[in-house]
């Protein structure tokens, strides 16, 4: 029952994530590499399941079981983390990795072919926990990796968009770090047909939410976001994220150059480029015909922060004009007036500036005045 229950929610994730690619409005290829990534990943516990049920191979003994599982899970696990890797890494990251996933990989196969040659049978104890040692080495792997990844390019989007940060950090941090902690979990109980009971339920909760998340994900990222870490400029937008994280003057800008810069952004600003919740520093670098570079040195120099505080504050001061101005505007309004992707992201705003809500704040405005 257990394993029909796993393959009923796996099937219905893999349904979720095919079905859901006919209602995204963009299509990026990266992201849509990794949703098929977690459909075979689906689709492989799928057969996983099916298999188990089909031969019995779990009643025939907890090594038995556990072998299988092992044969299946690192691959599963393997496309898993790759289908993350693959929206925050360069072509070359993601084939180092996959170089060290295929061996890792291979180690286990080759684990099981001698226990196989050696037992004559899948019950095998020696062997499994030979298997289980090479795969926990191979899952730690795929669970640091990606999240190194994560901790290098997440700056990257910080310093480069001025759009909401907490959709990206609820899939990277609530989805897949959940999933890890399940995965290890279920790892250790492996070998125990009862503590199975426990930690399937937890591992499916997991791979749920990351599911969802990541689903989710694609509705409200950006093209430009994705295409950070995988275009041609990747490593000059980690220059600019740490030229953004750490603050230069080697090579400033000429007073004239500064001034220039100082006016192309008076003259965006006026005329509600902020309003565009997709402005990122590239697109702003176009629009006003200033390098990204120019722009992360003016910024430092002139402003004393970031393209994506900049931002903030200058749509922070144009929330404030409005919700004085219109009091009866709703914070969603108020949010797509000023270039905000949501409302949650006007809220954090206003409480790291004011240390209140939107509410808090209009209401102090009215009875001050």
Not at 231 to 259: F, G, I
Request: overall charge neutral; charged content about 15%.
């Amino acid at each position: 029952m257990l394993q029909h229950s796993c393959m009923l929610v796996v099937a219905v994730l893999a349904l979720i994530l095919v079905t859901s690619r006919l209602f995204t409005k963009w299509t990026i290829r990266n992201y849509e590499r990794s949703r098929w990534m977690l459909v075979a990943a689906m689709l492989l516990l799928c057969a996983h399941y099916v298999l188990q049920m089909h031969y019995g191979i779990r009643a025939e003994g907890a090594y038995a079981g556990a072998v299988v599982n092992i044969l299946f899970y690192a691959p599963v696990s393997f496309l898993v983390s790759l289908s993350l890797l693959y929206m925050e890494c360069r072509e070359y990251s993601v084939r180092h990795y996959v170089a060290i996933g295929a061996v890792g990989y291979l180690l286990i196969l080759g684990a099981f072919i001698a226990g196989w040659v050696y037992y004559g049978s899948l019950h095998m104890p020696i062997t499994m926990y030979v298997m289980l040692a090479l795969f926990y080495v191979i899952l730690g792997y795929f669970i640091v990796s990606p999240i190194n990844q994560i901790r290098r390019k997440y700056r990257v989007v910080a310093a480069n968009t001025g759009g909401d940060m907490m959709p990206y950090r609820a899939y990277i941090y609530a989805g897949f770090l959940l999933l890890a902690l399940t995965a290890l979990f279920a790892t250790a109980a492996i070998a125990s047909t009862q503590m199975l009971y426990i930690a399937a339920p937890l591992v499916l909760i997991g791979l749920f939410v990351f599911v969802m998340s990541f689903v989710a994900i694609g509705f409200v990222i950006e093209p430009e976001e994705i295409e950070l870490f995988n275009s041609e400029s990747s490593q000059e937008s980690e220059e600019t994220a740490a030229d953004a994280m750490h603050p230069t003057t080697d090579a400033p800008l000429s007073a004239a150059k500064m001034a220039q810069i100082s006016e192309l952004l008076k003259q965006w600003c006026s005329q509600g480029g902020f309003r565009d919740s997709s402005t990122t520093l590239a697109s702003l670098s176009r629009r006003i015909g200033i390098s990204r570079r120019e722009l992360t040195i003016y910024f430092q120099l002139n402003e004393q922060c970031t393209f994506r505080v900049w931002l903030s504050n200058i749509r922070l001061s144009e929330a404030q004009r409005i919700m004085i101005a219109h009091p009866e505007y709703s914070n969603e309004t108020v949010s797509a007036e000023c270039g905000f992707s949501s409302r949650g992201q006007l809220y954090n705003i206003f409480h790291d500036k004011t240390g209140m809500s939107p509410k808090e704040w209009k209401e102090k405005q009215q009875i001050a005045e």
